[in-house]
């Protein structure tokens, strides 16, 4: 019973990278939409929503730096999500990977916690899109109505309670969820004229702002360039990493896109790059533009203009502001509604959430209910607590990708598509006995068995089954090493920089020597290689460095309230599996029992393992009398 228990909860989806092809959604975007798409969910709330707040409380001037270090730290993961989004071209995003390489327990926890972060995100960016409506509109009417009339009705709930009922955000937010429900490329078309309307506020911001920058504000002013210390550097990238992910998203439109494994891979990386460019540029003007404490939070470049006496630049930048945070709502609740169609599909959750509308192809009844869940957010939720809650899943997000990316280039069982394996060679014939040359030595073999130069170490040529294991306990050794200098120091990594003695302190340096040596182990471990262009470079290295980097990042100045309700997702995301999902979703094929152990272990590896074949005359795994089945993968 416990064998068929854990063989279900372990189960994998493998999709075949061909069944897209036969897709139901109407495949209308493309490079260009996808950029537009990709830019739109990270705009709005990096530029003027964070910026001011991090500029004003946490950086200063030095918000520049934390900006280019939050760049660099999320750009580690970006390889990652390419890869992956190449292998399953499907819409669900990290869903899909999770439950395709980790299983459906994994998936459905990971998934519900997404699920849930996509709506605080968009719940927030339709309150900001409220605000500057009531301000650019109705000179804050609203607000005060909704104050003066039910001010306290939610007082003493709960510390992420808001103080009174936010009825016109709801109100937005089901009007953009309704909206949606229209067909793909009006959906493109409404979101790509958002889109180009907050790129020129944001572009005129840049050129306006130009003409008054005083780098005095960066020298004469109290605390200079630096005035809350070299730490602010880190806390301001904790504070706008979550700006950088939302190039997450944009996965979830793969079964809308013309050609996915290209387009997704290609548009992430350069919609990353245009959105670091304009965040960059965006804060280097504002720091110069005016004083660091002289920054106003609420409705700050608005106010940043008219205080340098360029007033007529506000009605510019509320209309690109309602522009930026209308097109970062609309994409958050695309995906959300992707993700719930994805689940919906595979059972997860009740399966009429799985179901396309016929006519419009699209999923309408996914699209409802994350408009009636996302409403109710809005409506009674202070959102500045909840997305400091969905900054923290998203990092968990990419701590996911990259052990995914680790499972796949060192796991005995192959769950990597064909098209993205290497070939399987025939093994060249003996050479004749009375050959003068060593056996296998000639330009003929070379040319047979071109598989050999892929090879880390010619003497040890495939992945096993103990290779496989030394690669998941070198990975559980380096995360607990980890957390174990997260503990030690206490959670003040960063503070090293302030307080030297830290620098000094011994078991800081003994957990980070004993995180280099078993990284170090690890890429000692043979590893698959994988045949298509966006596969992420220098495994491990690369994944495992980001996983710390976004770990440490995590503990990084985080309240406890955050953990408290990340622990209640996750047990909720527990219930949904253990009452619905597990009764429903796809059951492992069954075993057969009359099979002997060695028997059945051999079948698996004639069926799933695939890449590293030796070029000796030693007889493969597979074995001689095997050749079909060494011939029949390529």
Same mark, same amino acid.
């Given at each position: ?108 926890? @990971? ?267 809005? @409506? ?96 559980? @050794? ?116 009359? /099979? ?12 799933? /393992? ?25």
């Amino acid at each position: 019973m416990w064998n068929k228990i854990w063989r279900k909860v372990t189960h994998t989806k493998r999709p075949t990278t061909n069944s897209y092809d036969r897709r139901l959604f109407e495949q209308v975007y493309d490079f260009t939409d996808c950029c537009n798409w990709g830019t739109g969910m990270m705009m709005g709330a990096g530029v003027f929503t964070y910026l001011p707040v991090v500029i004003k409380y946490v950086a200063g001037p030095s918000t520049v730096l934390s900006y280019i270090l939050g760049g660099a730290i999320v750009y580690t993961s970006v390889f990652a999500f390419t890869e992956l989004s190449t292998i399953y071209p499907y819409c669900g995003g990290t869903y899909v990977y999770n439950y395709s390489i980790f299983g459906g327990f994994m998936a459905t926890l @990971l998934g519900f916690s997404l699920f849930i972060q996509h709506l605080m995100i968009a719940a927030d960016m339709c309150t900001s899109l409220s605000d500057h409506i009531d301000y650019f509109i109705f000179h804050k009417s609203l607000k005060e109505f909704e104050m003066d009339e039910f001010n306290n009705f939610f007082s003493g709930s709960s510390i992420a309670m808001a103080s009174y009922p936010q009825f016109f955000s709801a109100i937005i937010f089901v009007f953009i969820a309704y909206l949606l429900t229209t067909r793909s490329y009006i959906n493109n078309l409404v979101g790509s004229i958002a889109n180009y309307i907050s790129f020129l506020a944001v572009f005129l911001i840049i050129f306006v702002g130009a003409f008054y920058i005083d780098i005095d504000n960066w020298l004469t002013v109290q605390g200079g360039f630096m005035p809350y210390g070299l730490t602010s550097v880190s806390r301001g990238a904790t504070v706008i990493l979550s700006t950088y992910l939302g190039f997450t998203m944009l996965p979830c439109l793969s079964e809308e896109e013309k050609n996915p494994q290209v387009d997704i891979s290609q548009a992430t990386h350069a919609s990353f790059f245009f959105v670091m460019a304009i965040y960059i540029s965006v804060s280097l003007v504002v720091s110069l533009m005016v004083p660091y404490n002289d920054v106003m939070t609420n409705f700050a470049m608005s106010n940043i203009f008219i205080d340098v006496g360029a007033g007529w630049m506000k009605y510019c930048v509320e209309i690109g502001s309602i522009a930026a945070f209308f097109s970062t709502a609309m994409c958050f609740i695309v995906a959300a509604s992707r993700l719930m169609f994805s689940m919906g599909k595979d059972r997860v959750i009740p399966q009429c959430f799985g179901l396309l509308q016929p006519r419009t192809k699209i999923p309408y009844n996914a699209v409802m209910w994350v408009g009636f869940l996302g409403g109710t957010l809005a @409506l009674i939720f202070d959102t500045s607590y909840l997305i400091r809650i969905a900054n923290t899943g998203y990092m968990a997000n990419c701590v996911a990708a990259n052990l995914g990316i680790l499972k796949l280039r060192y796991s005995f069982y192959n769950f990597y598509p064909t098209e993205f394996q290497p070939p399987r060679l025939p093994r060249p014939a003996p050479r004749p006995a009375d050959s003068n040359q060593r056996e296998g030595s000639s330009d003929e073999r070379d040319e047979t068995c071109t598989t050999d130069k892929w090879l880390p170490w010619k003497w040890y040529s495939k992945v096993t089954i103990w290779t496989d294991r030394a690669a998941k306990a070198c990975i559980s @050794l380096c995360f607990v090493w980890l957390f174990g200098l997260v503990g030690t120091l206490n959670r003040w990594w960063w503070s090293i920089f302030s307080f030297p003695h830290y620098f000094y302190h011994p078991m800081m340096w003994t957990f980070v020597t004993l995180m280099v040596i078993q990284v170090c182990i690890l890429a000692m471990i043979p590893q698959r290689h994988v045949f298509h262009v966006h596969k992420t470079p220098w495994v491990p290295w690369l994944p495992m460095t980001s996983n710390y980097l976004v770990v440490l990042l995590m503990f990084e100045d985080c309240p406890n309230f955050v953990w408290r309700v990340e622990g209640y997702i996750l047990l909720i995301s527990l219930l949904v599996y253990l009452t619905y999902s597990y009764w429903h979703m796809e059951n492992p094929p069954e075993r057969d029992d009359s /099979q002997d152990e060695m028997g059945e272990r051999d079948e698996l590896v004639m069926t799933l /393992q695939t890449g590293y074949h030796s070029c000796s005359n030693t007889q493969t795994i597979a074995g001689e009398g095997g050749g079909g089945g060494g011939g029949g993968g390529g």
